[in-house]
C-alpha cells in the first residue's frame, strides 16, 4: 500500500498486525476477526475501490501464531473508530481472543457474522507433524507443516523411494474410514454454521467442490472461493459500508484470479477423490507446494522422506 503521511506510525504496530485499505488517520476500521481465512477476507474486502478510502480493514485473529501464547493484540489506533466487526462463527463462545477483542469494541458496534469454510473428509489421515528439522528457511510454518499418519508410520519403519509409496498406499487402502460418513459430518457442520451466520456458504461449497479445485487444505480455500465468500459478506455490509453490487463485482472477478490462500495446496488421496467423486482429481495433478508441483504420489514419497533437497 502506499505510504500516508497521516497514517499511524508502523513501528507502534503489532509485527503480527495486517491492515488493507486506507492509510488515512480519518478513515474507520473494519475488524474481520476469524481464523486463517480471515486475512484473505479483509484484503478482498480492501480491494474493493469504490468505499472512497473511507475504511481500513484491520484482521483480528482467533488463534495464536506459531510460537505465540496468545492471538495477536490489535493496536489501540485501531480501536478508536470501529465501524463494523465482522465475526466468524466458532463453537467455542468463549475463546479468549474474542473476549479480549470485544472488552475493547464501542457499544452497538454492528456485528456480521460469517462461516469458515471446512472439508475435513478430503484428508481422513492428517495429523499434526511431530517432525521437527533445523530448516533455516522454514522458521515460522514447517517444510511440511501438515502431518500424515500413516506416512509417519512408513517413515518410521525407515522405508524410502517407491518401496515407501507401494507401502503407504497398501497401508492407506487397509485403514481407509468411511468416507461418506466422513463428508456427510462436514456437510453437518457446514450447515450448522450457517445456521449461526448473516452470511450462508454450505450452497456454495455443495455445489462446486467435485468439480472444482476449492479447497487447497482442510481450510484454505482457492481465490474464487474467498473471492464468493468476500461477495456475501460485502452484501450484507452494504448498508454500513456502502459501495456498489456491481463494482464489488468488478473487483471481486480481478481478486479470483489471484491464486489462493498460502503456497501448499495438500494432495488429495486417489481413494479419497474417488469416494468423494472429485471430478477435477486426476492421477497427474499437479499441486503447488511453495515453488514446487508435485502429483500426489511425489508428494507422498518426499513427505514420507521428509526430503529437504529442493
Known sequence: MPADDNAPDAAQRSPHAMVFGSQSARARTVLVYGNCQAPYLAQML??????????????ALNHALPGDAL????????????????????????????????????AHCPVIRYPSFALLSAWPFECPEPRVHHDPAYTLW?????????????????????????AYMDLSERKMPDLRVRLQRDI???????????????????????????????????APA??????RVAGHARPVLGGSAARAEACLAA????????????????????????????????????????????????????????
Not at 46 to 59: C, I, M, P, Q, T
Not at 88 to 93: S, Y
Not at 255 to 277: F, K, N, T
Request: proline content about 5%; cysteine-free.
Open 46 to 59: 480492501a480491494s474493493l475501490d469504490d468505499l472512497n478510502g473511507d475504511y481500513r480493514f484491520v484482521v
Open 226 to 231: 474467498m473471492a464468493e465468500l468476500t461477495r
Open 71 to 106: 492471538a495477536p493484540a490489535i493496536p489501540d489506533e485501531d480501536l478508536k473508530d470501529v465501524a463494523l466487526l465482522l465475526r466468524q462463527f466458532e463453537d467455542q463462545q468463549d475463546n479468549p481472543a474474542l473476549t479480549a477483542l470485544t472488552e475493547r469494541l464501542p
Open 142 to 166: 514447517k517444510r511440511y507443516p501438515l502431518g500424515d499418519m500413516l506416512g509417519l508410520r512408513i517413515a518410521q519403519a525407515g522405508l524410502t523411494g517407491p518401496m515407501a509409496v507401494a
Open 255 to 310: 481478486a479470483s484470479h489471484d491464486g489462493g490462500m498460502g503456497v501448499h495446496q495438500h494432495p488429495i488421496h486417489p481413494l479419497v477423490a474417488e469416494a468423494l467423486e472429485l471430478r477435477f482429481w486426476r492421477t497427474d495433478f499437479a499441486y503447488r507446494w511453495h515453488t514446487q508441483q508435485w502429483t500426489y504420489y511425489e508428494y507422498i514419497q518426499r513427505y514420507i522422506e521428509y526430503d529437504t533437497s529442493w
Open 188 to 222: 453437518d457442520r457446514m450447515r450448522h454454521y450457517d445456521a449461526h451466520s448473516d452470511v450462508q456458504l454450505a450452497d456454495y461449497v455443495l455445489d462446486r467442490f467435485r468439480d472444482e479445485h476449492l479447497f487447497w487444505t482442510s481450510g484454505h480455500m482457492s
